[in-house]
């Protein structure tokens, strides 16, 4: 049963334009919800969060918009840069904090120039 | 500041043998997770430790224990190991239970 899903395994975009990335997700006792980037032959790095009291977050490049009616969220980065090629991985939690997460399969993200 | 680090890196053990793999901690959190990568999925929460005590569970069986240390450090067991227990085994440490995790770079672990 997977309760949260990144239904695009890969994804390219060009330099400079905007990358979107999709997450669903099924339980609704999820109120918290992360994104974390991963190179490979390291963890997955913190990016970006958004509590479910909210529909935006944003942090530079980085913004996360939550849909809670479709629960649907999404990481917009713009501009993409060479960098942000890695894969991408959404995680939500119950209870409000950034524990004991679960994680969609993850996509892969590939700037190209 | 020395961020989260994993022992060792790379792991090759039979069916039925068990194993040991080793984290240790961000300096100043007390709070440790362990999570199990399989091959092209995401990350499956295996538990949590605050303070040197369990403080939840996914859905593994018994056989995958872990330990906190005063220090914080942690270690996850694996008892009588199967095939599909093959994947990344990550750790992550955060300064309390609601606080952003920070993920170590891994141990891959095969069994054969």
């Known amino acids: 049963d997977q309760q949260v899903k990144q239904n695009s395994p890969s994804l390219s975009v060009q330099e400079g334009r905007i990358s979107i990335l999709n997450c669903d997700y099924t339980?609704?006792?999820?109120?918290?919800f992360l994104w974390y980037k991963k190179y490979p032959a390291e963890g997955p790095t913190f990016l970006i969060s958004?509590?479910?009291?909210?529909d935006k977050n944003e942090d530079g490049r980085f913004t996360v918009f939550l849909n809670k009616s479709a629960k649907h969220l999404s990481l917009h980065i713009v501009p993409s840069q060479p960098g942000d090629s890695a894969v991408y991985f959404c995680?939500?939690?119950?209870?409000?904090?950034?524990?004991?997460?679960?994680f969609g399969q993850g996509t892969r993200l590939t700037i190209n120039p | 500041e020395t961020g989260v680090t994993q022992s060792p890196t790379h792991l090759i053990k039979t069916r039925g043998q068990q194993v040991t793999l080793r984290c240790s901690s961000q300096?100043?959190?007390?709070?440790v997770s362990w999570y199990q990568q399989a091959l092209g999925q995401g990350p499956q929460f295996i538990f949590q430790?605050?303070?040197?005590?369990?403080?939840g569970r996914g859905n593994f069986p018994p056989r995958f224990s872990g330990l906190q240390f005063p220090n914080y450090s942690s270690e996850l067991n694996v008892n009588a190991l199967e095939l599909d227990d093959s994947a990344l085994y990550l750790c992550a440490s955060s300064l309390g239970l609601e606080e952003t995790q920070y993920f170590g770079p891994g141990t891959r672990l095969l069994v054969l």
């Open positions: 995680a939500a939690s119950v209870q409000g904090g950034a524990q004991k997460l679960v």
């Open positions: 958004i509590s479910s009291i909210k």
């Open positions: 339980n609704s006792m999820f109120d918290y």
């Open positions: 300096s100043g959190h007390n709070t």
């Open positions: 430790y605050y303070r040197e005590e369990e403080n």
